[in-house]
């Protein structure tokens, strides 16, 4: 089990979250154990949940590096909030898509007025407030940092835009995440993040015939994140750098990280997360490679940070077998998915 009551399948090349509901447990014991999951980076009510004598839910969370991709299927409805106040406690920028496969979706705000059903997909700024409210539906849900869009769109006010079902990449970009959710068990991390990233450059392509899209305020977070996924090989990558390039108080970029835990653990997440990908690639690196692409100062330094984080050498990794294998797929499994719930807040404000 993980933090939120969800089941952690091992086995699978792709870590994998499941939540669903045990034999016989009562209807709030079920809700308040769900919550956590369902909400993600916004509020929700278990009781509310808990009053439909209906209601059922079951959803399966891919962790990628690179973001969180969740499918799920609900009975009843599911009210999603994001305020004002948890913005503030939580400080997350990420981007959240819904891509609607089954049932209805209403949203305040809302661009277009107009009911969500299947086909569509809704951008979420999880920076900026919203309502949402879902009905008998099945979604994929995709959640990343807002750097990997291509440059133009990442500085634009992208919250509640729409990409209705019938734009000629909708059916497209629903149908390459599915099938990434249906191969997971067969695709290792690194096929997974090909994946993704040719659906998110899709959904980027997709985005750019928004005609409300509106400039963005910069996001410091957001800048910050980007500077680092793009500048990982850089031994010299630190608060210091980032603040330097960015122009801002060392103090200022803190505050920013400090729902995350800090500038320098996000750094150091990211580095790892990224070191696990190129060693568990189908034709792994030589780790003084791994070490450099990463940036890290050498091979011992890798080996040590990746022996801290995963409890195990990257040559261990390596020489295992499958049942260890396993093991160490859970593991780094609750590691990036802790990392997921520090970026979109849920560890604070879920």
Known sequence: MNASGGELVLGQAIPCVRHARFPGEPPLDYARRLAPSVAFAFHVDPARMAAQPDFDFFAEAFVLPEAVVTRAKARGEIALTRDAALIAATGADQLFVYVVEDGAFDVQPTRSGRRLSAGDILILDLAQAVALLGTDYGAIMLVFARGALPEPL????????EIRGDHPLARVIGRTLACLCEDAPRMTQAQGSVVLRAAIEMLGVALADVRRARPAPPM?????ESLVDDHLQESAL???WIAERLDVSRATLYRAFAPYGGVTRFIDDRRVQNAWVLLTSPDPLALGEIAARCG???RRRLVQAFSERFAASPEAVLSASEDERAMLREQAARAMMDGWDRRTGKAVGG
């Open 154 to 161: 990442r500085h634009l006010d992208l919250h509640c835009a």
């Open 220 to 224: 410091l977070k957001a800048m910050a």
């Open 238 to 240: 630190s608060p210091a």
């Open 296 to 298: 890290y100062s050498g």
